[in-house]
């Protein structure tokens, strides 16, 4: 997960925390301090996994 602010140049990702919760959680904090606009995005984004069901 990559959480970043729109209105300075804070950031937090997975790559710095454990978790997408402590992300999360970085993320509610800096809003509570700063009353800024904070967007997540989700990275990597999910895998998909697609299962033939042939029977040949």
């Known amino acids: 997960m990559y959480t ?3 209105e300075c140049g804070w950031q937090a ?3 710095t925390f ?10 509610i ?3 509570v ?3 800024h606009t904070v967007e997540s ?4 984004p999910p895998a998909v996994v697609l ?3 042939s029977n040949n």
């Open 4 to 6: 970043y602010c729109l």
């Open 13 to 15: 990702s997975t790559a």
């Open 18 to 27: 454990e978790t997408d919760t402590a992300v999360s959680k970085s993320a």
């Open 29 to 31: 904090e800096h809003f």
């Open 33 to 35: 301090e700063t009353g």
């Open 41 to 44: 995005v989700r990275l990597p």
């Open 51 to 53: 299962e033939s069901s």
